[in-house]
Antibody
Framework: QVQLVQSGAEVKKPGASVKVSCKAS????????MHWVRQAPGQGLEWMGI????????TYGQKVQGRVTMTRDTSTSTVYMELTSLTSDDTALYYC?????????????WGQGTLVTVSS | DIQMTQSPSSLSASIGDRVTITCRAS??????LNWYQQKRGQAPKLLIY???SLQSGVPSRFSGSGSGTDFTLTISSLQPEDFATYYC?????????FGQGTKVEIK
């Protein structure tokens, strides 16, 4: 079955960087775009960016542009999201989600989420 | 960016009630609209895609409608397992923006 498994929780100090992984299984990795979405405590969903696993091309959201890098490793069917210069505002659950593209597009499935806590 | 506005932000309902959540987009985009359910402590789960198509495995009491700028998610008869937060999302353009969420609580 299609599954996205993310890396474990992280605790970082302000100014540090974090790298979260998302390992895909059950489908052809390079055939589906992957998105990253985050959710601050008690808040809604914020789209962060997209990566095309086929060629590695990316598009990032304005709020994290300049601090985020999304990469992929086709040999392990894994995508990565690295966020630098962390502040307390980056404390959130980070999700990867596969995008299915037909005439319309939708996210399915989602990873289980990775909690990133930024605290001094 | 396309702005998505959901209403209400929260609602209280009883088991068996019919529940309707609306989502309005700041510009028209056909049927590029999806609905997700998020239960406490869980990742979001796809319910409805392309405005009105029911995801496999989702109970038929869930339905979606609309096109253009105005969309609706309906739960025909609320069940105990439906208490959750629901999000709409447009997939017409990047960024893939979400509504602010509607929390469905027990009355």
């Amino acid at each position: 079955q299609v599954q996205l498994v993310q890396s474990g929780a992280e605790v970082k100090k302000p100014g540090a960087s974090v790298k979260v992984s998302c390992k895909a299984s059950g489908y052809t990795f390079t055939n589906y775009y992957m998105h990253w979405v985050r959710q601050a405590p008690g808040q809604g969903l914020e789209w962060m960016g997209i990566i095309n696993p086929y060629d590695g091309t990316t598009t990032y959201g304005q709020k994290v542009q300049g601090r985020v890098t999304m990469t992929r490793d086709t040999s392990t069917s894994t995508v990565y999201m690295e966020l630098t210069s962390l502040t307390s505002d980056d404390t959130a659950l980070y999700y990867c989600a596969r995008e299915i593209r037909r005439r319309e597009n939708w996210f399915d499935p989602w990873g289980q989420g990775t909690l990133v806590t930024v605290s001094s | 960016d396309i702005q998505m506005t959901q209403s209400p932000s929260s609602l209280s309902a009883s088991i068996g009630d019919r529940v309707t959540i609306t989502c309005r987009a700041s510009q028209s985009f056909g049927k590029y609209l999806n609905w997700y359910q998020q239960k406490r402590g869980q990742a979001p789960k796809l319910l409805i895609y392309a405005a009105s198509s029911l995801q496999s495995g989702v109970p038929s009491r869930f339905s979606g409608s609309g096109s253009g700028t105005d969309f609706t998610l309906t739960i025909s008869s609320l069940q105990p397992e439906d208490f959750a937060t629901y999000y709409c999302q447009q997939s017409y353009s990047t960024p893939r923006t979400f509504g602010q969420g509607t929390k469905v609580e027990i009355k």
